[in-house]
């Protein structure tokens, strides 16, 4: 793929006034994945194919309805990567070939959830990034298995009430570090986004249109359905994430690891919890100060240890 | 054309090489992994124009070939056994993409147990997914059985995958002297790969494989799938006359020996046919009207030209390398479907063997043509048989008697 | 055999209320098959559950396509050809809307020759995705209007249902569907059992043989760029987000930005404006907009006005 250089964006002003993806798609109201997608499609433009694992956004083409002006392949839950392998084989042998022209090339973005991107698809996206593809990754991460009602993912935070941890305690397991995972495949690019913050968002999204390789996003993706909280909080829920530093915006190049966003004073982490359903059990019919304060020193640590960074 | 010896490994990387395929995705599996390093060898010395990318599993690698297949290039591909039942998601899920690329299948039984040896249980549990199926008997057959795979998959009536099978070990590893097309003239015979309407590009739309909502449209994509793979009966003809015409070599869909007049007739699919080729010579010269029927193209099964040989035999012998469980012989199911109601229909034999590859005994055969003769005597089938003797279990006592020495022990204490 | 329907829109607790149906039949000593239609189930989307239940067991299955009895949790629906609700609807059958209007206005609304009823509608919240205990007083009326169920086997089944809620959750439940059970007596046995298909008179079936089509044809692609805006998610809204133009700066990008689905677009004059047919309500633009110039106004106010305004 021919690589773009960077238009820049600043100010709010400067992201897209029109938007490539089309309405109309069943994604439930206030889905914060949908949010970063469509941005992320603006940014990218047609020139897109898509190559999607098992997962919510799998119902954003149920057939004959489509909202991409470009490609869109389902493979299946473990070999999104693949799908994505060989679409950008067959298109550079082609190009090589000359039997296509240059200006029927294809940016090749596999979008999958977390159920795939940390559990089933995992061995197929070390193979990806192992072999230097060509190609982008986005991960919309909702912490849970959100297309079959929200179990526990290898995605889900500790505490977590999920369909399959309804105990009082939620979920005993901790959130697996898949930027880490990613990072030590040592490919072009890893960063963690979220829609609420659509600049720090875009200027991921430029940059990674520069190079060339494995370019790899995870997106955390609040969830009404699955957290349990009104959809019009999706993008507050979002920004508390980042405020609260319990999802550090932050990009790997080349061996170094930069945060993007660091909040100045972080917010408590209950400023981020008690909005959530899911997390209701820590506060009433009492305050479980024990749990909270676990996840808050869990914060505290990884900023203490990625102070300078 | 040159005539060498190649093993059936060799044979299959010659079949791509000739067939001008554009990009390999592979993964190495035992006995099938020498066609991907022939292939790789290939490339890495210039001596062939294709891509060839080693996934991280056959599920990624099916993915990958069905991808690729689907923006614009002739692929091909190759696994065996486990790895086929791996990629099993994928081998149904690309073939309701309706994109045509070519996978060899080298046969090798599943487990558990574990084993490396050959039979066709692997290839059985692919048999309902919508590939097409080529079942190969000699290494000639599988060089050609390439070339007419891509031809067969890619015809626009038809436009499916398709899967050419041959046995491990029996072919994979087994040198015979194999004919090899002249590259131009295999260039000819397959063509440009056309994608049609299939391809992902910059500047058209184009959504696959995607969700339906509701029986009506998924009972049309998943019907017409299988009327795709009926009209491979009705194009197959064509492109075997067209490929006798350029090469000289006959392939029907059914390959038949002695079936004239034959009396008592075994079927069989893959290698081991030959062995019973070999008892029908021998049991013609004992004075019996012996004959053999093999289906090479195992999907779509050619049931009317069945019942049209079949019809009029006395009985009929089927030997499977394979098992269902709860039910026996996958193809003399098949065919006792295929001789339902049909006057004057022969009597059906059942035979499992060349289980984990296992062979099958000259003396074998002529026993079951005395089976088959005595059961029509008789106007009733003998029950189901294993081939298995008694010196097998004796030998497996032994076996059991180390394994089970504690166990043993154990019951005398 | 009785064959219910419950028609509302996700969140609304459809499925509660057919479970509750199914075991107060079930416990009434009925065979009873209960269940919501499976699928992409998203807030405010319209769904549909199901009840048979019969004192022989019962063969059918699926999707109810001649129901005896239909309940509308949400009457917004009605109108809505995707919710499916006027769907194998003739004399037989009972129709019982959760509305303001009356079942006159239905009756004519709907140029129908099935009977309609309404629930007395309660309050009335501004959110139809919050009409609180709905399923509760759906599953109420249609057990009383069966003629068949008892009061206090009615509310044993509810009470087995929600027996993951709180206590007094439960008791507010009760006592609500208690006093609609009791309402709805006056019309017991107006949901009649229908019966079965009759093998001596029937239409027969129109059978085609599938031709063959090529694959240019029948491959499983879409050949053609955004065709989803046909699907009208507009639909799903029961809260709809208007702009006070006069208030927005037109800083344009914030609402546009941040709406997950693409449904503002900001005009060549620099303003937003929303796409109704397709925001799916979910208010994010609201809580977003810095001057506070998006406000939120109940769907069928809006549509009402709407209506007002045109005629």
């Known amino acids: 793929m021919i690589k773009q250089s960077p238009v820049h964006f600043h100010r709010m002003k400067d992201m897209p006034s029109t938007h490539l993806l089309g309405t109309g798609t069943p994604m439930c109201a206030g889905c914060g994945g949908l949010e970063t997608l469509h941005t992320m499609y603006d940014i990218l433009g047609r020139k897109t194919v898509f190559v999607n694992a098992a997962g919510c956004m799998t119902l954003l083409s149920v057939y004959p309805f489509t909202p991409f002006h470009g490609g869109w392949l389902y493979t299946s839950m473990a070999s999104a990567p693949a799908g994505a392998q060989g679409v950008r084989d067959a298109v550079d042998i082609l190009l090589q070939k000359q039997k296509l022209p240059a200006e029927e090339d294809v940016e090749v973005v596999v979008v999958t959830g977390d159920g795939a991107a940390y559990g089933m698809g995992m061995s197929a996206t070390s193979g990806a990034m192992d072999r230097k593809l060509d190609f982008i990754y986005l991960c919309y991460d909702n912490e849970g298995y959100g297309n079959t009602g929200q179990q526990y993912s290898a995605a889900t935070p500790h505490a977590a009430l999920t369909s399959t941890s309804k105990g009082s305690h939620g979920y005993p397991g901790y959130k697996k570090d898949l930027f880490s995972i990613w990072a030590a495949h040592n490919p072009a690019y890893v960063a963690t986004v979220i829609a609420a913050e659509p600049l720090d968002l875009a200027k991921k999204i430029e940059k990674l249109q520069t190079m060339t390789g494995p370019r790899m996003l995870i997106s955390l993706a609040p969830c009404p359905t699955g957290w349990d909280y009104e959809p019009e909080l999706s993008v507050e829920i979002g920004r508390l994430a980042v405020q609260t530093g319990v999802w550090p915006l932050k990009e790997y190049v080349e061996g170094e690891v930069r945060h993007t966003k660091v909040p100045k004073q972080r917010k408590p982490v209950d400023d981020y919890l008690k909005l959530q359903g899911r997390f209701k059990h820590l506060f009433e019919p009492h305050c479980d100060e024990q749990a909270i304060a676990e996840i808050q020193a869990r914060v505290d640590s990884y900023w203490d240890k990625n102070a300078a960074k | 054309m040159t005539r060498k010896l190649l093993t059936g490994n060799s044979a299959a990387a010659w079949g791509a090489r000739l067939a001008c395929v554009d990009y390999i995705p592979a993964f190495p599996i035992t006995p099938q992994t020498e066609i991907i390093e022939d292939l790789a060898g290939w490339i890495d010395r210039g001596e062939m124009d294709a891509r060839l990318v080693t996934l991280e599993s056959e599920h990624s690698m099916i993915t990958a070939a069905g991808s690729a297949a689907s923006s614009g290039v002739r692929a091909f591909t190759a696994t065996s056994s486990q790895g086929l039942l791996y990629a099993m998601e994928m081998i149904y899920a690309v073939a309701g993409w309706r994109t045509p690329f070519v996978m060899v299948n080298v046969s090798r039984g599943l487990a558990s147990p574990i084993t490396l040896e050959s039979d066709h249980n692997d290839i059985m549990a692919a048999r309902d997914s919508g590939f097409l199926q080529i079942h190969c008997a000699t290494c000639q057959e599988i060089a050609d059985g390439i070339l007419l795979a891509y031809r067969l998959a890619e015809h626009p009536q038809v436009r499916i995958p398709a899967i050419v099978n041959f046995d491990g070990f029996y072919l994979s590893f087994t040198r015979e002297p194999v004919d090899l097309a002249r590259a131009a003239k295999a260039r000819a015979f397959v063509g440009e790969y056309d994608p049609e309407n299939l391809q992902f590009r910059g500047n058209s739309p184009l959504s696959q494989a995607m969700a339906v909502l509701g029986g009506g449209p998924y009972s049309y994509f998943r019907y017409e799938a299988h009327l795709a793979v009926q009209q491979a009966l009705s194009v197959y003809d064509e492109i075997a006359d067209e490929f006798e015409d350029i090469f000289g070599r006959r392939y029907d869909m059914i390959d038949c020996y002695h079936m004239d007049d034959a009396e008592y007739v075994f079927v069989m699919l893959g290698s081991f046919s030959t062995k019973a080729r070999e008892a029908v010579d021998s049991l013609r010269a004992a004075g019996w009207k012996a004959g053999l029927l093999r289906p090479r193209l195992f999907r779509p099964l050619p049931q009317q030209r069945i019942r049209q040989l079949l019809r009029g035999r006395r009985a009929v012998g089927v030997i499977d390398q394979n098992i269902s469980m709860g039910m026996g012989g996958v193809l003399h199911s098949e065919f006792a479907t295929a001789l339902y109601g049909l006057e004057d229909a022969p009597l059906l034999g059942s035979y499992i063997g060349g289980l984990g590859g296992r062979d099958i005994s000259q003396q074998e055969f002529f026993a079951i043509a005395d089976e088959l003769k005595h059961a029509y005597e008789n106007g009733e089938s003998a029950p189901p048989r294993l081939l298995y003797t008694r010196n097998e279990l004796t030998e497996m006592r032994k076996l059991q008697a180390i394994a089970q020495a504690e166990h043993a022990e154990i019951h005398r204490s | ?311």
């Open chain 3, 1 to 311: 055999m009785f064959r219910i329907r419950f028609h509302g829109r996700g969140g609304q607790g459809m499925k509660t209320a057919s479970r509750i149906l199914g075991t107060a039949f079930f416990k009434t000593g009925y065979e009873v098959q209960d269940a919501p239609r499976y699928g992409a189930e998203r807030r405010g989307a319209p769904i549909f559950a199901y009840v048979r239940a019969d004192k022989s067991a019962i063969n059918e299955r699926g999707i109810i396509s001649h129901p005896d009895l239909v309940v509308i949790a949400d009457d917004t629906l009605v109108g809505m050809p995707a919710a499916g609700v006027t769907q194998g609807i003739d004399a037989h059958t009972l129709l019982l809307i959760n509305s303001h209007d009356s079942a006159s206005t239905w009756q004519q609304r709907l140029n129908t020759e099935a009977n309609v009823l309404t629930l007395s509608a309660g309050e009335d919240v501004a959110d139809r995705a919050t009409l609180p205990f709905i399923s509760s007083r759906c599953a109420a009326a249609a057990a009383a209007l069966t003629g068949v169920i008892t009061r206090e086997i009615f509310i044993e089944a509810l009470c087995e249902e929600l027996d993951h809620l709180r206590q007094d959750i439960i008791d507010q439940n009760r006592d609500i569907a208690l006093s609609e059970f009791d309402d709805m007596t006056v019309n017991a046995g107006l949901a009649k059992q229908g019966g079965l298909a009759t093998a001596s008179d029937y239409v027969k079936p129109d059978w085609i043989a599938l031709p063959f089509e090529s694959a240019q044809i029948s491959n499983l692609a879409i050949h053609a760029g955004v065709t989803s805006v046909k699907v009208r998610t507009g639909l799903w809204r029961t809260m709809r987000p208007v702009i006070n133009y006069p208030n927005c700066s037109g800083c344009a990008w914030i609402c546009s930005t941040y709406c997950p689905d693409g449904a503002i677009k900001v005009r060549t004059d620099g303003y937003p404006e929303i796409d109704y047919e397709h925001c799916k309500g979910c208010l994010v633009c609201v809580a977003q907009c810095p001057p506070h110039a998006i406000e939120s106004i109940p769907e069928h106010i809006a549509r009402d006005q709407e209506v007002g305004e045109t005629t």
